[in-house]
């Protein structure tokens, strides 16, 4: 069975720091990984995405990840955090192959806060 | 914009009655999700709908929900005999899955906020 865990449900960085958030995963078979931002009253809107080749990944906003297989972590990095980036993050993830479901497990969020 | 829509935004209900939840995928999109969001907690898998077939349901959903996706467009998730349990954000996505295609992104919508007094 699939999983996610994320370390961490508030994170909290000034504004122009960096911004990391920390997913690991769980899968019996080769995964493919996402990070969603989902701001208040809002549904998720998919920030990036790894399903096969390049391992890091960039997305919108700045945003990026690294599949990191040996450590089963997919951990979503900015380099600098902007006031806009306040919203709740959702690491997921879903089973490769033709035939798949698609379905995605969610891990249970991380508010990010940004200080000015 | 062409993106999911859901019906309503939120709705308020009693104890015991039944409610009725209506999502609008995006256009020829031939899966549609259902997924339920308790406050604090991320989105957790219901059911999906390949055109109008339900391929698979959660064992989250009890007999007193129901989905249908009569005609392969839009779906509906009532439940009956609500519970304030049942109090969460309810969201809809869709995606289009090709034959040859593995991954599909799913586009979801804004939600149903339901709460049960």
Redesign the interface.
Known sequence: AQS?TQLG?HVSVSEGALVLLRCNYSSSVPP?LFW?VQYP??????LL?Y?TGATLVKGINGFEAEFKKSETSFHLTKPSAHMSDAAEY?C?V?E???G??????????TTLQVKP | DTG?SQDPRHKITKRGQNVTFRCDPISEHN?L?W?RQTL??????LT?FQNEAQ??KSRLLSDRFSAERPKGSFSTLEIQRTEQGDSAMY?C?S?L?KRDR?????F????T?LTVL
């Open positions: 996610v449900s493919y969603y009253n809002q549904g998720l809107q998919l995405k399903t959702f997921a879903s490769e192959g033709s798949n479901t698609g379905k995605l497990i969610f891990g249970q969020g | 999911v899966r999700y997924y604090g907690q991320g989105p957790e898998f999906y391929l698979e969201l996505a995606s899955v593995a991954f599909a992104e799913q979801f919508g804004p939600g906020r």
